[in-house]
């Protein structure tokens, strides 16, 4: 009977810890809002561009919130701005607009585009894709780049699967199947990784990674897909068929982007 209650109280120990560690870890992952701003005409992009770069970005900062990218798209006629902010928790995030709403210096320099009239308005629309960060990368970095900021490649990409289950999968092989470590290996300076928990084209994973200049990202994707672990992942059986459509963006960072 003694062994018995033994073995149930170890058994228990190990349990609570293993909750425990995973409480931990779940809790340190960031989540992150990535906002899609579409145009009709130049002016709309002047206008936000003004907004982000003198009262959205500022405000943030004050509330609390660092290290936020704004990008823009490489070699497309279709004009959109990127804003990728990260929060510590959901609160943080579903507080956020109460607190601009009250902040003076969102309101005072960003009154132009925050009172624009209807017949005037400085976007066509937004978009907003709700992510939590990978288990593997529950923070956000910031890439180790040099050279010229505006020759630099930020590659971002999003993995739609055809079922949840499936997409759960695709996680699982970017964390336990090594593709995150992979990609830290072959220097592709990740700045997030993430689940889309609310967004357009669920169920999917989105990520981006950085790279000097296009010749150096073109070089980064040939290590990757010469490299001999990737060979080994791509073909274990348990990863198959978890990516339905791979969508390519091609970004560059604004001059007042943190990144």
Do not use: C
Not at 108 to 137: C, N, V, W
């Amino acid at each position: 009977m003694k062994s018995t209650k033994k073995i149930f109280r170890i058994f228990l120990i190990i349990m609570l810890t293993t909750v425990s560690n995973s409480y931990a870890q779940d809790a340190q992952r960031e989540f992150y809002q990535l906002k899609i701003y579409s145009f009709d005409n130049a002016e709309q992009i002047k206008a936000t561009d003004t907004y982000l770069e003198n009262a959205y970005l500022p405000a943030l900062k004050e509330i609390g919130i660092s290290s936020i990218g704004v990008f823009k798209e490489r070699d497309s006629v279709i004009s959109k701005t990127y804003v990728l902010i990260p929060f510590n928790s959901m609160d943080d995030f579903l507080s956020l607009n109460s607190k601009l709403d009250a902040n003076a210096l969102h309101t005072t320099k960003g009154s132009a585009y925050l009172q624009a009239p209807h017949d005037k308005p400085t976007y066509q629309r937004i978009e907003s894709i709700l992510l939590k960060a990978f288990i593997d990368m529950p923070k956000m970095a910031e890439p180790n780049l040099d050279g010229p900021r505006e020759d630099r490649v930020y590659e971002m990409r999003s993995y739609e699967s055809a079922t949840e289950k499936l997409h759960v999968n695709k996680v699982d092989m970017f964390n336990a199947g090594g593709e995150v470590p992979l990609f830290d290996d072959l220097g592709f300076n990740a700045v997030f990784y993430g689940s889309v928990i609310s967004g357009p084209n669920m169920p999917n994973l989105m990520y981006m990674t950085t790279h000097k200049n296009k010749e150096a990202q073109t070089a980064n994707w040939k290590s990757f897909v010469d490299s001999p672990v990737w060979a080994k992942l791509k073909v274990r059986p348990e990863y198959q068929n978890n990516v339905s459509k791979n969508t390519k963006y091609m970004l560059y960072p604004t001059e007042y982007s943190d990144y």
